[in-house]
């Protein structure tokens, strides 16, 4: 008798998501709200690219050619505005925890914000000025300046000495290792090795700082929208989406929570900010109204030289976020001067555990 092995398969045992009372007042909202109805018209992924419109016509962040970062961007309705407003030659790049395909012109990274790790990586790849930015086809040339540029460029005829080539006084020259003799040899091969060995150590101790360079002031504005509920009303069960602290929060309900969390986020923006953007660039960033309102505020001044508090019209009046408005970013700040309480302070769990 042979000795049998029972294969099992296991399958995907997700279920649709219920639709709760809270859901449906969401769903009768969206469907009674004209920014939504008029988004869905203008093919905008949200009624928030409207807010993004308002701040832009007010203080004019956004122009032609720049670099745009927006952070937590899914589903996508800031990166559309940015790219509309930045074309031609601009790039917009947006990274979010949630899966989502960034919209036409924009570039995305997936990932955690608040992760070390995450950053560095969205440093090197805006270190690149190409990276992200859409290819502008070449111009079009006549062929009469095709040929007048290939003859300028065409060598002399073989046979034919130019009279601008011919030294009238000759000189001695008495460097010995431009001879072809063997010891000569020796000698340009010893300079050559000794010349590669100053090259790569000379290279090994600037590398780092270099990249480091590169990655500073390679943005124009950065926009935050991380604190941004993205309500599931459809589909399957989503860990990543529906856990309010792994989607770069959810509103809980709690408003000294929901606070806490935006001013977390803010925070952690704000030391972005003073990494990547360039003196005189701006920052928008959304926020929970709260205690330490202020506090985010004084920490915005200390890297901008104006600082607003906006409130848009499309946003909903019962809502409790805001936004500063930051423009002219100083040169030369430090992330020492900003006070980092905020970031020290980990977000709970549904049961009061942190995280």
Known sequence: MHNSMLLTRQFSTAKPLAGSKSSKAWLRRQMGDRESREAKVMLYKSRAAFKLIQIDQEHKLLHPGMTVVDLGYAPGSWSQVAVAQTSPGGRVVGIDLLPAPPPKGASAIQGNFLSPGVQASLRRYLSDPDRGRPKVPPAFTPIEEQIKAALELEPDIEGVVSSERINPNP?????????????????????????????????????????????????????????????????????????????????????????????????????????????????????????????????????????????PESSRSESKESYF???????????????????????????????
Not at 185 to 199: N, T
Not at 260 to 267: D, F, H, Q
Not at 334 to 353: D, Q, R, V
């Open 171 to 311: 000189v001695l020259d008495l460097d010995d290792t431009k001879s072809s003799g063997y010891i000569a040899q020796e000698r340009r091969d010893s300079l050559h090795d000794e010349e590669e060995e100053q090259k790569i150590e000379s290279a090994s101790i600037s590398r780092e700082k270099t990249q480091a360079e590169k990655e500073q002031n390679t943005v124009d504005v950065v926009l935050s929208d991380m604190c941004a509920p993205w309500p599931l009303i459809s589909g399957f069960h989503m860990n990543t989406v529906l856990i309010p602290w792994q989607r770069l929060m959810n509103t809980s309900g709690v408003p000294t929570r929901d606070h806490a969390e935006s001013m977390r986020l803010c925070t952690s923006a704000l030391l972005f900010c003073v990494d990547v953007l360039k003196p005189g660039g701006s920052f928008v960033c959304k926020y929970y109204q709260g205690a330490d309102d202020e506090v985010l505020k004084k920490n915005i001044k200390k890297v901008f030289a104006t600082v607003k508090v906006v409130k």
């Open 325 to 355: 408005v930051a423009k002219g970013k100083f040169k030369g700040v430090k992330k020492e001067s900003i006070s980092t309480e905020a970031l020290e302070a980990k977000p709970e769990g549904p049961h009061g555990w942190n995280i």
